[in-house]
């Protein structure tokens, strides 16, 4: 049962909400947060680290199965060496505490991307996340990192070319199933909901293929503003677009 922390409108009942089975978020708006308080961008990611956390932690406690965040993208690495370093001691931090402390959790772990790139030591943090959490029962949730939709897109395709060359797979084969099948999100459903903080209008090479029917919600709150409240008004949003007002 959903613990709305936000008032329902009054042209919806508990009875409408039905909850998206996948939400995905971009968190965004933390270099705009610090600027704001005088801060370096740095600050905003800390912030924006800890925001993740209780979200992640209401989407599990009020039933959401997939959680997909956009953590760092394959362009992310344009950014000033400081602002890298300090994403990257952050995604540590934040693996060697769900290892310590997630002991009971029900959260399974997941990462989405390009590993190639990460350090020896943030990338055993991540294998060992996952080993430590896939048997368990509860929300999974996919952190993306190095992760752009047109390179993963990329690696399925050569993934499958490959099999036409062994003669594994014939091209006439080659059909939705399949490529959703050699997308890092194998085996799981395609988010239906994805909540873009900030008031930026764009995908940012976010599951690209994957949100091909996915409704998005941009909200004018900046992510490390972002509270439960926020979680509450995109599921109330995203009820509304699925009333079907009138149709079928
Ligand atoms: C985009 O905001 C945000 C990022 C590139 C980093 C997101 C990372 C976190 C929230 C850190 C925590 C994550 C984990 C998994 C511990 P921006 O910097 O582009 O903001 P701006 O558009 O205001 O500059």
């Known amino acids: 049962m959903a613990i709305f922390k936000?008032?329902?409108?009054?042209?919806?009942?508990?009875?409408?909400?039905?909850?998206?089975?996948?939400?995905?978020?971009?968190?965004?708006?933390?270099?705009?947060w610090a600027k704001k308080r005088g801060l370096p961008r740095s600050a905003g990611h800390t912030a924006g680290a800890q925001t993740f956390r209780k979200i992640a932690r209401y989407c599990s406690d009020i039933g959401i199965r997939y959680l997909t965040v956009y953590a760092f993208?394959?362009?992310?690495?344009?950014?000033?060496?400081?602002?890298?370093?300090?994403?990257m001691k952050l995604f540590k931090q934040y693996l060697q505490e769900a290892i310590r402390d997630f002991k009971d959790d029900s959260i399974v772990l997941r990462f989405?991307?390009?590993?190639?790139?990460?350090?020896?030591?943030?990338?055993?943090?991540?294998?060992?996340?996952?080993?430590?959490?896939?048997?368990?029962?509860?929300?999974v949730l996919n952190i993306a990192m190095n992760y752009g939709g047109?390179?993963?897109?990329?690696?399925?395709?050569?993934?499958?070319?490959?099999?036409?060359?062994d003669g594994t797979v014939k091209p006439d084969d080659i059909d939705e199933q399949m490529v959703s099948d050699h997308l890092y999100t194998k085996g799981e459903p395609d988010p239906d909901l994805i909540i873009r903080p900030s008031g930026e209008n764009r995908t940012s090479n976010f599951l690209l293929w994957q949100s091909a029917y996915a409704e998005y919600v941009i909200m004018d709150v900046l992510w490390p503003d972002f509270k439960e409240k926020d979680l509450d008004a995109a599921l109330i949003e995203y009820a509304k677009r699925n009333r079907r007002f009138g149709g079928v």
């Open 73 to 87: 993208s394959t362009e992310n690495w344009r950014r000033p060496k400081d602002e890298i370093d300090a994403l």
């Open 6 to 32: 936000k008032k329902l409108p009054q042209e919806l009942t508990l009875s409408d909400i039905v909850l998206p089975e996948h939400i995905g978020i971009i968190m965004d708006g933390n270099g705009r």
């Open 150 to 165: 047109r390179a993963e897109m990329i690696h399925a395709m050569r993934d499958i070319a490959q099999k036409v060359a």
């Open 112 to 139: 989405l991307g390009d590993r190639s790139a990460f350090s020896p030591d943030l990338l055993a943090l991540m294998e060992e996340n996952e080993a430590e959490s896939k048997d368990r029962d509860g929300m």
